[in-house]
């Protein structure tokens, strides 16, 4: 009732302002500011009509809910009054009918609750009856497979010392037939390294180092040492040609080669050629082990080992190099007779060769080379009309050994085939084409 109260003054008030705003329309005309101004205020009315209208109906929907508790909570006041005054309260209603209903619900549930309690009490002893029962089966099941159990680690330990014995005794056995065999072993080993050594000794072969370097190809027909030229016998009729190099040597008692110079041919003629002798000075290196000076500058490798012996593997010439005068020597000039030679070269007939060591050039670097790259040595060898071979076989009658030729399979096969090998330092006079 008092929000309808409310609702209805705030109505009237609300259309009184409605009313007197219209009037003051109605009697002037406002200009633009103002009608503006006056909308705002209209609009802000209407917002506040809005709002105490959805007040009120807030308000009504309280009151309506609190209506309905209040009936509910009459509703349980009057059940609870007529359930406990009884039957004097109003017997026109039923109510005693209805304590009557209660009660008897009442002891029907205490009797159900008695039978209840009975129940489980006999359910309990009948549980407790069969757990005591389970109880003497299981003991009994337990007994049994305790002594099955006992029974069959026995056995299984009796097989295990059995078994223990019999590995033992084999074990023993074994260790004298591995012994007996361990001593026939270390005497069959003897005998067969005993004939792999009378093999290898049969079979082996040192490495044949070649001799073109002291096979004449021809001699100084015409010696004029002041002006360091010569004149050989041979010309382009035996395949000689401007550009090539020759060592002139001279034989000494007891079979010793003497060095003397290298010449280059100027002008070929068809049966002689002038040559020109080469001087300048050069540093050889030294190899500071053996004491080793190498016989020409290019020369980087010793032909010693760091024991001293002569071999394949070579050891670099570190030491400090020694300078000398390359030419001919004015104590022992170049005389008509002397002998002349070039290793790849041959007037009778056209060497082949094989270059041994790997061959493999990363980056423009060949790793097994000493001082020249095998395209290098071979391009020198072609131009001095000697062939290059990719195999050795018995056609192959020398082999130019690059450093650790050894790695090549090739090497290995021509040294057993007896083919003699040429080492790069000892031709690199003759490599050199500047």
Not at 85 to 102: Q, S
């Amino acid at each position: 009732m008092i929000a309808l109260v409310a609702f209805i003054i705030l109505s009237l008030l609300f259309g009184f302002f409605a009313y007197e705003g219209y009037s003051r329309l109605e009697g002037e005309q406002p200009d633009a500011e103002e009608s503006t101004r006056m909308d705002a205020q209209i609009r802000r009315a209407q917002e506040d009509v809005e709002k105490v209208e959805k007040e009120i109906r807030n308000v009504q929907s309280d009151i309506v809910a609190t209506r309905d508790q209040l009936a509910f909570q009459r509703a349980r006041y009057e059940f609870g009054r007529y359930l406990t005054v009884g039957a004097e309260l109003d017997e026109k209603k039923g109510v005693i009918g209805l304590y009557e209903f209660a009660y008897k619900a009442r002891l029907g549930i205490v009797d159900a609750g008695k039978k209840f309690e009975t129940a489980a009490a006999d359910l309990g002893t009948k549980v407790k009856e069969k757990k005591e029962e389970t109880k003497g089966v299981f003991r009994k099941e337990e007994t049994e497979v305790r002594e099955q159990s006992e029974g069959q680690v026995k056995k299984s330990q009796e097989d295990k010392d059995a078994s223990l014995a019999r590995v033992a005794a084999e074990k023993q056995a074994l260790d004298r037939d591995e012994k007996t065999y361990r001593q026939n072993k270390n005497y069959e080993q003897s005998a067969l390294d005993e004939y792999k050594r009378q093999l290898d000794y049969l079979t082996s072969r040192e490495v044949e180092h070649a001799t073109v370097l002291n096979e004449p190809d021809g001699k100084v027909i015409t010696s004029d040492p002041v002006h360091n030229t010569v004149i050989i016998s041979l010309g382009t009729a035996h395949g000689v040609r401007n550009g090539w190099r020759f060592e002139v040597f001279a034989w000494k008692p007891g079979n010793r080669k003497v060095h003397k110079a290298f010449i280059e041919v100027r002008k070929a003629s068809v049966d002689v050629s002038d040559c020109l002798i080469l001087q300048k000075p050069v540093r050889l290196p030294r190899d500071p082990l053996s004491n080793y000076i190498a016989t020409q500058p290019e020369e980087l490798w010793s032909p010693l080992q760091e024991s001293g012996r002569a071999g394949a593997l070579l050891q670099g010439l570190t030491g400090e190099p020694k300078t000398v005068a390359m030419g001919m020597a004015f104590m022992d000039p170049i005389v008509v007779g002397d002998y002349i030679q070039n290793p790849f070269y041959s007037p009778a007939k056209t060497h082949t060769f094989y270059i041994a060591g790997d061959k493999v050039i990363q980056q423009g670097i060949q790793k097994s080379a000493i001082a020249y790259s095998w395209p290098q040595i071979e391009r020198v060898l072609e131009s001095y009309g000697a062939k290059v071979a990719k195999k050795v076989d018995l056609s192959v009658n020398c082999v130019l050994a690059q450093k650790n030729p050894q790695d090549d399979p090739e090497y290995n096969r021509a040294v057993s085939l007896g083919i003699p090998v040429l080492y790069e330092w000892e031709v690199f006079r003759f490599l050199n084409q500047e």
